[in-house]
């Protein structure tokens, strides 16, 4: 039987943290059986928000984090399909044509996009920031995939690309699945700092290669209830970080419903419940860092993954393009030039 497709990556801008792992890495590991998977290194789509050298400068090391994350949490590139957006050429031309399928307003009701326009302090939109979106539904209607595991924040993206689908199989013909969007078990993890989402952006994750030390103290400086300001104080669970990372991290659930209990009835101190919480966060990345350290001493592997993911995807986007070539009536010549035959008769020197 013929396996169905995921695509689903990240951008990069650094390291991945506990929110990517629960928003979308746990769903990849876990269905890189089941699924033909495709993960991409959105390197373009860094461009929408920093296009400056000096941030493309930095995408080098960036991307080499991303493969040892991927590979740490148990991606197998022998099974998964790990490539860089900008490496495939057809990616550009999907995109080109699925713009022409989208108006200016449907892109202006995505949510994200004001927002990350504001927290990249940028004071206008940019044209390519508009259309990330519509990049996004380029990636992942090229290797033609059904499933894309993603955080929430990310369900209004894969909304637009399930629309420009069905548009470009209604005007031309059946040629892309209608990609499902795939919730991660917490769609959104909230930050150490309890206020926004955890993000590579704001100073408030704690990433998969951070060190036991460096998890302990950002457990340590972690809000909690900001009402109890002192241990007798009956304290709120709900909606509380510390136990919101509990539930999600802390496989021992007798330890994390005794804690809850003496929270709420102000029986235990904030020291005990984060104690507990870096011991269960360290107990869950050991594996992952020490993976993580092994790959990371072998110099050619993020290069070799890369390369043999590039030439995988290309194969694929290539087969995409032409069965959208053909469905649109676009373009009967060929195109690639033939390979240069000389005409009898002709010298060349
Ligand atoms: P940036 O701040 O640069 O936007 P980010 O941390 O938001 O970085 P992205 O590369 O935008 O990371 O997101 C990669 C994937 O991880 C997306 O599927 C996104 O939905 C998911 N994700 C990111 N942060 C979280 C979070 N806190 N909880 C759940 N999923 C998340
Ligand atoms: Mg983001």
């Not at 070799?304 to 986007?317: D, F, K, Q, S, W």
């Amino acid at each position: 039987m013929i396996k169905k497709r995921i695509l689903t990556g990240d951008r990069p801008t650094g390291r991945l943290h506990l929110g990517h792992y629960v928003g979308s890495l746990a769903n990849r590991v876990r269905l890189q059986e089941e699924y033909e998977c495709f993960f991409i290194i959105a390197d373009l789509h860094t461009l929408t928000t920093r296009p400056e050298k000096r941030h493309i400068a930095q995408m080098q090391e960036h991307v080499r984090d991303l493969v040892l994350d991927y590979l740490a949490v148990g991606i197998d590139p022998e099974r998964s399909v790990i490539f860089l957006q900008s490496a495939i050429p057809e990616t550009y031309q999907l995109n080109l044509i699925l713009e022409m399928l989208v108006s200016v307003p449907r892109l202006e009701r995505v949510p994200t996009l004001k927002e990350m326009a504001r927290d990249a302090n940028l004071r206008t939109m940019p044209f390519g920031l508009l259309g990330y979106p519509v990049l996004q539904a380029a990636d992942i209607l090229l290797p033609r995939a059904h499933l894309v595991p993603v955080g929430k924040d990310n369900q209004a993206h894969v909304e637009v690309a399930r629309e420009l689908a069905r548009r470009f199989n209604r005007l031309y013909g059946e040629v892309f699945p209608i990609p499902e969007c795939l919730l991660g078990d917490v769609p959104i993890l909230v930050g150490t700092d309890g206020a926004a989402k955890m993000s590579k952006s704001r100073d408030n994750a704690i990433y998969l290669s951070d060190d036991a030390e460096t998890v302990r103290r950002q457990v340590f400086q972690m809000v909690t209830d900001p009402q109890r300001v002192r241990a007798d104080i009956p304290g709120r669970v709900e909606g509380n970080p510390v136990f919101i990372y509990h539930d999600t991290f802390n496989p021992d659930r007798e330890e994390v419903e005794d804690l809850k209990e003496r929270y709420r009835r102000g029986r235990v101190g904030d020291v005990e419940v984060k104690e507990k919480l870096a011991r269960a966060l360290n107990t869950f990345l050991d594996p992952i860092r020490q993976r993580r350290a092994d790959y990371a001493a072998r110099p050619r592997l993020v290069a070799e993954v890369l390369a043999a993911g590039n030439e995988r995807m290309r194969i694929e986007a290539r087969e995409t393009m032409v069965q959208v070539r053909e469905a649109m009536g676009l373009m009967s010549l060929p195109l690639q030039s033939e390979p240069t035959t000389v005409p009898a008769g002709l010298v060349y020197c």
